[in-house]
C-alpha cells in the first residue's frame, strides 16, 4: 500500500509539473506572438477614419509605400501610404489611436520622420482626422515625441489644401535644393484659394461696416457656423452634401436677420454709439464661441470629404472640395458686384454706405437696407465658414481664428469697400503663404498684422478706399 501510495504521489506531481509547464509555454507563447491586425474597412463606408499624411520636409511631397500601424480602441488596423504620401484608414469605433511609422519603409536618402508616432482622438462620425508625419535628414533617430498629439489643424493657414499644413509650424524654411518655382507657385495657388473664401466673409464684414459703421468683432462666429451647420446636417443628420452647405447658407442668414433684429437694430434706434456697439459685439463673439463649444464640443470635426487629388497641374495637387470652393467663390463673388452695380437694393447699399443721412433724404428706406445688408453679409461669412472648414479642418473656434485676416483684408482693401475686400483678401492668402518660403508656418500670421499696420501707416484709406476730407 505505501508503494502505491507513494506512486500515486509521485504521479500527481509529474501531472501538476506537466500542467504548469504547458501553461508557461502557452504565456510565452501569447505573449511572443504578435498581434493579429483587424480586416481593413472600406474608408468610404466607414463611419470614421484617420487620415495619414507622410511627406519630405524638403518639398512636401508625399513619400509613397510607408506602412503605418493605427492601434486603439480595440482594434489594430494596418495601412500602407499612396503615390500622394495618404493612407486613409476606416475605424470600426470612436476612441484614441495611436498612428506608428514603420520607419524602415521610408527611403533612407529621405532621411527620418520628425515622430515616430502620434495620438489622436476620434469622435463618433469624424472623417479624415490627421496624422501627419513630416521627413528630413537632418532630423536625428527617433527624434520627437513617441506619442504626441496630433498638430492641431483648427488654425487658420492656407498653405495646404488638403490639411492645411498643420505639421509644418515649426518645419522652417525649405530645406537647400528645394526646387523653388515648383514651391512657389504651389504657394500662389493655395494662397489664392484661400483669400478668395476669406473674401467671402470679408465682403459681408466691409458691407455691415459701410451701412452701420460698425466694426463687428462677432464676424467670426457667423463663419463658424456655417461650418457648423453644415456639419450638423451633412455628417450627423446624413443630408447630401450639397443640401447640408445650402441649408447652411440660408440658416446663416437667419442667423444675421435676427442678430440684426434683436440685437443691433433697438441699439441702433436708442441712439448708442460705436464704441459701445463694438464692446456688445465683442462680448456676444465670447457668448457665441462658448455656446458652441458647449454644444459641439472642443474636438476638432472633419467634414467628410475625398482626401485623393482631382487637379493636378505640375506641382499643384487640388481635391474636389478646394477646386470646388474656388470655382463658387468666384460665381457669388461676380454675383455680388452684378448685385451692387447692377439692382436697385445694390444703388441702395452704396448710397447708405457713402452718405446714410443723405441717402435717408432721397427716400431710401436705410432700415431695410440695413436689414438686407445683415442677411446677406452673414449668408456669405456662412458660406466662407462652409469651405474653410473643408479646407483646413473645423473647430468651435475657426472663425476667431481667421477674424484677424479678415480685417486685415478688409483694412487693406479699404474699408467699406466691397470689391477692395476681395482685392485685401486675395492679397493677404498669397503674401502669407508666400512668406513662409523664409518663416515658419506659425509665424505667418503676423505678416497679415504687418500688413495691417504697414497700410495704416502709409495709406490709411486702403488700395481701394477714398480718403476723407478733414474741416
Same mark, same amino acid.
Given at each position: 500500500?505505501?508503494?502505491?501510495?507513494?506512486?500515486?504521489?509521485?504521479?500527481? $506531481? $509529474?501531472?501538476? !509539473?506537466?500542467?504548469?509547464?504547458?501553461?508557461?509555454?502557452?504565456?510565452?507563447?501569447?505573449?511572443?506572438?504578435?498581434?493579429?491586425?483587424?480586416?481593413?474597412?472600406?474608408?468610404?463606408? +466607414?463611419?470614421?477614419?484617420?487620415?495619414?499624411?507622410?511627406?519630405?520636409?524638403?518639398?512636401?511631397?508625399?513619400?509613397?509605400?510607408?506602412?503605418?500601424?493605427?492601434?486603439?480602441?480595440?482594434?489594430?488596423?494596418?495601412?500602407?501610404?499612396?503615390?500622394?504620401?495618404?493612407?486613409?484608414?476606416?475605424?470600426?469605433?470612436?476612441?484614441?489611436?495611436?498612428?506608428?511609422?514603420?520607419?524602415?519603409?521610408?527611403?533612407?536618402?529621405?532621411?527620418?520622420?520628425?515622430? $515616430?508616432?502620434?495620438?489622436?482622438?476620434?469622435?463618433?462620425?469624424?472623417?479624415?482626422?490627421?496624422?501627419? @508625419?513630416?521627413?528630413?535628414?537632418?532630423?536625428?533617430?527617433?527624434? %520627437?515625441?513617441?506619442?504626441?498629439?496630433?498638430?492641431?489643424?483648427?488654425?487658420?493657414?492656407?498653405?495646404?489644401?488638403?490639411?492645411?499644413?498643420?505639421?509644418?509650424?515649426?518645419?522652417?524654411?525649405?530645406?537647400?535644393?528645394?526646387?523653388?518655382?515648383?514651391?512657389?507657385?504651389?504657394?500662389?495657388?493655395?494662397?489664392?484659394?484661400?483669400?478668395?473664401?476669406?473674401?467671402?466673409?470679408?465682403? %459681408?464684414?466691409?458691407?455691415?461696416?459701410?451701412?452701420?459703421?460698425?466694426?463687428?468683432?462677432?464676424?467670426?462666429?457667423?463663419?463658424?457656423?456655417?461650418?457648423?451647420?453644415?456639419?450638423?446636417?451633412?455628417?450627423?443628420? =446624413?443630408?447630401?452634401?450639397?443640401?447640408?452647405? &445650402?441649408?447652411?447658407?440660408?440658416? %446663416?442668414?437667419?442667423?444675421?436677420?435676427?442678430?440684426?433684429?434683436?440685437?443691433?437694430?433697438?441699439?441702433?434706434?436708442?441712439?448708442?454709439?460705436?464704441?459701445? /456697439?463694438?464692446?456688445?459685439?465683442? =462680448?456676444?463673439?465670447?457668448?457665441?464661441?462658448?455656446?458652441?463649444?458647449?454644444?459641439?464640443?472642443?474636438?476638432?470635426?472633419?467634414?467628410?470629404?475625398?482626401?485623393?487629388?482631382?487637379?493636378?497641374?505640375?506641382?499643384?495637387?487640388?481635391? @474636389?472640395?478646394?477646386?470646388?470652393?474656388?470655382?463658387?467663390?468666384?460665381?457669388? $463673388?461676380?454675383?455680388?458686384?452684378?448685385?451692387?452695380?447692377?439692382?436697385?437694393?445694390?444703388?441702395?447699399?452704396?448710397?447708405?454706405?457713402?452718405?446714410?443721412? *443723405?441717402?435717408? +433724404?432721397?427716400?431710401?428706406?436705410?432700415?431695410?437696407?440695413?436689414?438686407?445688408?445683415?442677411?446677406?453679409?452673414?449668408? /456669405?461669412?456662412?458660406?466662407?465658414?462652409?469651405?474653410?472648414?473643408?479646407?483646413?479642418? *473645423?473647430?468651435?473656434?475657426? !472663425?476667431?481664428?481667421?477674424?484677424?485676416?479678415?480685417?486685415?483684408?478688409?483694412?487693406?482693401? %479699404?474699408?467699406?469697400?466691397?470689391?477692395?475686400?476681395?482685392?485685401?483678401?486675395?492679397? &493677404?492668402?498669397?503674401?502669407?503663404?508666400?512668406?513662409?518660403?523664409?518663416?515658419?508656418?506659425?509665424?505667418? /500670421?503676423?505678416?497679415?498684422?504687418?500688413?495691417?499696420?504697414?497700410? *495704416?501707416?502709409?495709406?490709411?484709406?486702403?488700395?481701394?478706399?477714398?480718403?476723407?476730407?478733414?474741416?
Amino acid at each position: 500500500m505505501d508503494i502505491v501510495s507513494e506512486m500515486l504521489h509521485r504521479s500527481r $506531481l $509529474l501531472t501538476l !509539473g506537466l500542467g504548469g509547464l504547458i501553461a508557461s509555454l502557452v504565456a510565452i507563447v501569447g505573449v511572443a506572438a504578435p498581434a493579429v491586425a483587424d480586416e481593413p474597412i472600406d474608408p468610404g463606408e +466607414a463611419e470614421q477614419t484617420i487620415q495619414v499624411w507622410i511627406r519630405s520636409n524638403a518639398d512636401k511631397a508625399g513619400i509613397p509605400d510607408v506602412a503605418v500601424t493605427v492601434s486603439g480602441a480595440g482594434h489594430e488596423y494596418e495601412a500602407t501610404s499612396g503615390a500622394d504620401g495618404k493612407a486613409i484608414v476606416g475605424l470600426a469605433d470612436p476612441g484614441d489611436y495611436t498612428v506608428t511609422v514603420d520607419e524602415s519603409t521610408i527611403p533612407t536618402a529621405l532621411g527620418r520622420p520628425n515622430a $515616430l508616432s502620434r495620438t489622436v482622438t476620434v469622435g463618433q462620425g469624424n472623417k479624415n482626422v490627421p496624422a501627419n @508625419f513630416l521627413v528630413d535628414p537632418s532630423f536625428t533617430p527617433g527624434a %520627437g515625441p513617441t506619442s504626441a498629439p496630433s498638430p492641431d489643424a483648427g488654425a487658420a493657414t492656407g498653405d495646404s489644401p488638403a490639411t492645411g499644413d498643420a505639421d509644418d509650424t515649426g518645419a522652417g524654411p525649405p530645406a537647400a535644393g528645394t526646387d523653388w518655382g515648383s514651391l512657389l507657385t504651389q504657394k500662389v495657388v493655395t494662397g489664392v484659394i484661400f483669400g478668395l473664401l476669406i473674401a467671402l466673409a470679408a465682403i %459681408g464684414l466691409s458691407l455691415i461696416y459701410g451701412t452701420t459703421g460698425l466694426n463687428n468683432f462677432a464676424h467670426g462666429e457667423l463663419v463658424t457656423f456655417g461650418g457648423l451647420m453644415t456639419f450638423s446636417f451633412g455628417n450627423l443628420i =446624413g443630408l447630401p452634401s450639397w443640401l447640408a452647405i &445650402i441649408i447652411a447658407v440660408l440658416l %446663416g442668414g437667419i442667423f444675421g436677420w435676427v442678430q440684426d433684429a434683436a440685437i443691433w437694430r433697438p441699439l441702433r434706434r436708442r441712439g448708442i454709439r460705436l464704441i459701445p /456697439l463694438m464692446i456688445v459685439t465683442i =462680448g456676444l463673439s465670447l457668448a457665441v464661441r462658448y455656446l458652441f463649444a458647449f454644444i459641439w464640443g472642443p474636438d476638432r470635426m472633419n467634414l467628410a470629404t475625398d482626401p485623393k487629388p482631382f487637379l493636378v497641374i505640375g506641382p499643384v495637387s487640388l481635391r @474636389f472640395t478646394d477646386v470646388m470652393g474656388a470655382i463658387i467663390a468666384i460665381v457669388v $463673388l461676380l454675383l455680388v458686384a452684378f448685385v451692387l452695380m447692377r439692382t436697385q437694393i445694390g444703388r441702395a447699399m452704396r448710397a447708405v454706405s457713402d452718405n446714410r443721412a *443723405l441717402a435717408a +433724404a432721397s427716400g431710401i428706406n436705410v432700415e431695410r437696407v440695413i436689414r438686407v445688408v445683415w442677411i446677406g453679409g452673414a449668408a /456669405l461669412a456662412a458660406l466662407a465658414g462652409v469651405y474653410i472648414a473643408y479646407y483646413q479642418g *473645423l473647430r468651435w473656434d475657426t !472663425g476667431a481664428s481667421i477674424l484677424l485676416l479678415i480685417f486685415a483684408a478688409v483694412t487693406l482693401g %479699404g474699408l467699406g469697400t466691397a470689391f477692395g475686400a476681395l482685392v485685401g483678401s486675395v492679397v &493677404i492668402g498669397v503674401f502669407m503663404n508666400i512668406l513662409t518660403l523664409w518663416i515658419p508656418e506659425n509665424l505667418k /500670421l503676423v505678416g497679415a498684422l504687418v500688413v495691417m499696420i504697414l497700410i *495704416l501707416l502709409l495709406r490709411p484709406q486702403g488700395i481701394l478706399g477714398r480718403r476723407e476730407r478733414i474741416g
